[in-house]
């Protein structure tokens, strides 16, 4: 796959926009042809009706052109600037030929009181309105070898057309070209830096973000939350945002109950946005108790009034050292209603972590729609807090609607998802988009973690499947190894490609051979259980056991799942989440719809 997929979106806006363009073209000349070939007769209605409907036509086609293109650069696939210019010379072209159909109605058309007998059959000539007794040869017909050139006659009868409607009302050309141009402007002006997001689908523009406050302007501290360390059960990594630039970071931190604070230093960036201005903090915070309640105070001193910024107090615990740990697990996280609810529902079991591999806001890779992950961020801060008031440590994996593509995304084109979630210690002398798309985490002292990155910025193959096989093969002596990573290897859904059958056999070859427990798979937006499966068929005794499609929230009722497939073993178009349980012993995993109902389940035992 080519390295940057925008430059495939962009040549094809441009191609499609040039062609349509030259079909507007097209579609004049021929439209001109009929009109001086129409023999006028009796029928005096035709010709004005004719020239009304060829009019709106054309000029509904060529602002279609205009709406097209400034959609395109509000995407950014062309400067918006250009297309503006664009758009206004088009609509000029229609404006020009608006007036030059005027001039020649009005001197072709026969005037409505005329008596019936006056009109003949005769073929008028040149645009000059009058009858001609005779037939004779136009000025501006060219000819060779006897055969008419009626294509260059028609060409250069339209371009006179044109010249003597510029002469007859220029002035009134000149004011509705202003007017055009200030319209190109406007829309230009209405549609700029356009954000496009689904799940649900919502579109706004930089002038509509004008009228909806930013989150974080009203207050100085916002979105603290804490992402899941590599040995989560005496380490955490603790996250917020600022609106101020700041001069100094720092998180208090204690045991929930004593009195005396400790404080870690932060590292902090500015967040690439054009529009606002935030600062995004983090800190790794080390040497914590296991299964310990701890409290958070974020702080900044402001470098504008030189003063100390300071958040609420935030609670969240360290994983046990031992035990069952309860975590949720999906993907696809829809931010509509029935996504909150399912947040909400997870939330009431008290988990201690949670899962998101993949299409985490549906922000699609814009930078202009950093709004949809201030959305999510709040509500994760609202909705996954357990009944005990703890914030949930998160985990994520990438998705293609992170990247804005499928597969081999460059990393400057997946703004947000590695500025925002740092998932691993000793990253602060580098820039967040060197961050890796992979990590490992340790939990307690029975299971291992791998977010993986399912190709869409790191290759399958190479680097990240060398690290793979290695943590793996450290982790034998682990009752549980779970993967988690966005696109299946074994779909619920067929028709639509996806991982290459080479690179899923490396894979589920290496989960087999790995004993991987099971494995989270998401993307098809419905609910999936395998077969324990090995590369080749249905393996009961050293085959994996594949769950997904990523369901938080978003609707597979219209999902075209495959149940043919030889490893599926049961599908439902419901949205989940999958409530584990890990322990010494056994895994337990619930998938759970919005009623939290516990509709399939799969359990392991050691």
Not at 229 to 246: D, L
Request: aromatic fraction near 14%; charged fraction near 20%; hydrophobic fraction near 40%.
């Amino acid at each position: 796959m080519p390295e940057d997929l925008k430059s495939i979106y962009t040549g094809v806006v441009v191609a499609v926009w040039v062609a349509l363009m030259f079909i507007v073209l097209g579609v004049t000349y021929l439209t001109l042809f009929i009109c001086s070939q129409t023999r006028y007769k009796q029928k005096r209605g035709l010709p004005r009706a004719s020239y009304i409907a060829s009019t709106i036509a054309i000029i509904a086609t060529f602002l279609f052109l205009g709406l097209m293109g400034f959609s395109a650069s509000a995407m950014n696939y062309v400067n918006p600037w250009l297309m503006i210019v664009l758009v206004w010379i088009l609509w000029t072209g229609a404006m020009f030929h608006h007036f030059r159909q005027v001039t020649e109605t009005t001197k072709l058309y026969f005037p409505l009181s005329s008596p019936p007998d006056e009109h003949r059959e005769e073929e008028l000539s040149d645009f000059d309105g009058e009858k001609p007794k005779e037939k004779k040869k136009s000025k501006m017909d060219w000819t060779y070898k006897g055969i008419k050139l009626w294509i260059v006659t028609e060409s250069r009868k339209y371009v006179h057309s044109i010249r003597n409607g510029t002469k007859r009302r220029w002035k009134t050309m000149i004011v509705v070209n202003l007017i055009l141009l200030a319209i190109s402007f406007v829309i230009g002006g209405l549609t700029m830096d356009t954000c496009f997001c689904i799940e649900p689908v919502e579109i706004t523009t930089r002038f509509s973000r004008l009228f909806s406050p930013d989150p974080c302007e009203a207050r100085p501290i916002c979105h603290a939350y804490f992402t899941l360390a590599e040995n989560p059960t005496t380490e955490i990594i603790a996250n917020f945002q600022s609106s101020r630039e700041p001069t100094r970071g720092w998180i208090d931190y204690r045991i929930e109950g004593t009195s005396t604070w400790n404080t870690a230093e932060t590292t902090f960036f500015r967040a690439a946005m054009t529009e606002v201005t935030r600062w995004v903090h983090w800190s790794d915070i080390s040497q914590l108790e296991p299964g310990t309640v701890y409290e958070f105070r974020f702080n900044f001193r402001n470098l504008e009034s030189d003063q100390d910024e300071t958040s609420d107090i935030y609670k969240t615990r360290t994983i046990p050292s031992s035990g069952n740990v309860t975590f949720l697990s999906g993907g696809d996280m829809s931010s509509n209603d029935r996504g909150n609810f399912l947040s909400r529902m997870g939330a009431s079991h008290s988990p201690h972590f949670a899962v998101v591999a993949g299409d985490v806001g549906y922000a699609n890779g814009f930078i202009e729609c950093y709004r949809r992950w201030d959305k999510w961020l709040n509500d994760w801060e609202n909705y996954m807090k357990t009944p005990e008031g703890y914030q949930i440590i998160m985990t994520l994996g990438i998705g293609n609607h992170e990247a804005g593509g499928d597969f081999d995304r460059p990393r400057s084109g997946t703004p947000f998802y590695f500025e925002y979630f740092p998932q691993s210690f000793g990253w602060q002398r580098y820039h967040p988009n060197q961050r890796p798309s992979y990590h490992a985490h340790n939990i307690a002292n029975h299971t291992l973690l791998l977010m993986l990155d399912s190709g869409v910025v790191t290759s399958m193959l190479g680097e990240q499947f060398d690290w793979m096989q290695s943590r793996l093969a450290n982790a034998q002596h682990l009752p549980n190894r779970i993967t988690a990573y966005h696109y299946p290897l074994f779909p619920s859904v067929t028709r639509w490609g996806g991982i290459p059958q080479s690179t899923r056999d490396v894979w589920s070859s290496e989960f087999s051979r790995s004993n991987v427990t099971v494995a989270f798979e998401n993307h098809y937006h419905v609910f999936k259980k395998t077969k324990a499966v090995d590369t080749d068929g249905v393996d009961a005794v050293d085959g994996v056991v594949y769950l997904g499609d990523g369901a938080w929230g978003t609707d597979g009722a219209l999902i075209p799942i495959d149940r043919s497939s030889w490893w599926m073993e049961s599908a439902d178009p419901r949205s989940h989440v999958f409530l584990v349980t890990a322990n010494e012993k056994m895994l337990l995993a619930e998938a759970r719809d919005v009623n939290n109902e516990a509709f399939d389940t799969y359990v392991k035992y050691h």
